[in-house]
T-cell receptor
Framework: DAGVTQSPTHLIKTRGQHVTLRCSPI?????VSWYQQVLGQGPQFIFQ???????GRGNFPDRFSARQFPNYSSELNVNALLLGDSALYLC??????????FGPGTRLTVT | DAKTTQPPSMDCAEGRAANLPCNHS???????VYWYRQIHSQGPQYIIH???NNETNEMASLIITEDRKSSTLILPHATLRDTAVYYC???????????FGQGTTLQVKP
């Protein structure tokens, strides 16, 4: 079975631009969560979606938004990029339990 | 939110058991303890979780103290591939919000 997939793998953007990151969960998983991991730190929770509804939001500015589609895939959008948004963005999916299965991440570099 | 405390780093000889401790003294009665690990440049990997009883799976064993204020993850026969950062996490209110601390960097040496 395919695991969590994320696209793109790497991305380079300029300050002020907008970015969209995509995630496909494991088949049968209805929940998707997003995390940001800056170099040298643990992942930080951004959002959780379940059945297309937002179930949780971390301490991130409104420039960060997300949505989940009927097929349970998800997009993370970041507007007005800052240098500090450079990080590894991780997507995780889960079924009804709390075991979350992570994708390989998207490496975003803002210049 | 239940805060967890882990030693920043540990070494283990290849083939020996690795015992990784975690303190979670503020855990609530119905909150689970989860362990994840992250191998360099990869996404975190779920290892095991437990509530009050000891748990074992193909990857590891989890020992939770009777008062639930601490736990130990045991890798019975560590290999070089087990070198990673190990995170002990107590999701607040059993929500899907995983709060990652600094974790324990386990270095398995030949």
């Amino acid at each position: 079975d395919a695991g969590v997939t994320q696209s793109p793998t790497h991305l380079i953007k300029t300050r002020g631009q907008h970015v969209t990151l995509r995630c496909s969960p494991i088949s049968g998983h209805k929940s998707v969560s997003w995390y940001q991991q800056v170099l040298g730190q643990g992942p930080q929770f951004i959002f959780q979606y379940y059945e297309k509804e937002e179930r949780g939001r971390g301490n991130f500015p409104d420039r960060f938004s997300a949505r989940q589609f009927p097929n349970y895939s998800s997009e993370l959008n970041v507007n007005a990029l800052l240098l500090g948004d450079s990080a590894l963005y991780l997507c995780a999916s889960s079924s009804q339990g709390l075991e979350q299965y992570f994708g390989p991440g998207t490496r975003l570099t803002v210049t | 939110d239940a805060k967890t405390t882990q030693p920043p780093s540990m070494d283990c000889a290849e083939g020996r058991a690795a015992n990784l401790p975690c303190n979670h003294s503020t855990i609530s009665g119905n909150e689970y303890v989860y362990w994840y690990r992250q191998i360099h440049s990869q996404g975190p990997q779920y290892i095991i979780h437990g509530l009050k009883n000891n748990e074992t799976n193909e990857m590891a064993s989890l020992i939770i103290t009777e008062d639930r204020k601490s736990s130990t993850l045991i890798l019975p026969h560590a290999t070089l591939r087990d070198t990673a950062v190990y995170y002990c996490i107590v999701p607040p209110g059993n929500t899907g919000k995983l709060i990652f601390g600094q974790g324990t960097t386990l270095q398995v040496k030949p």
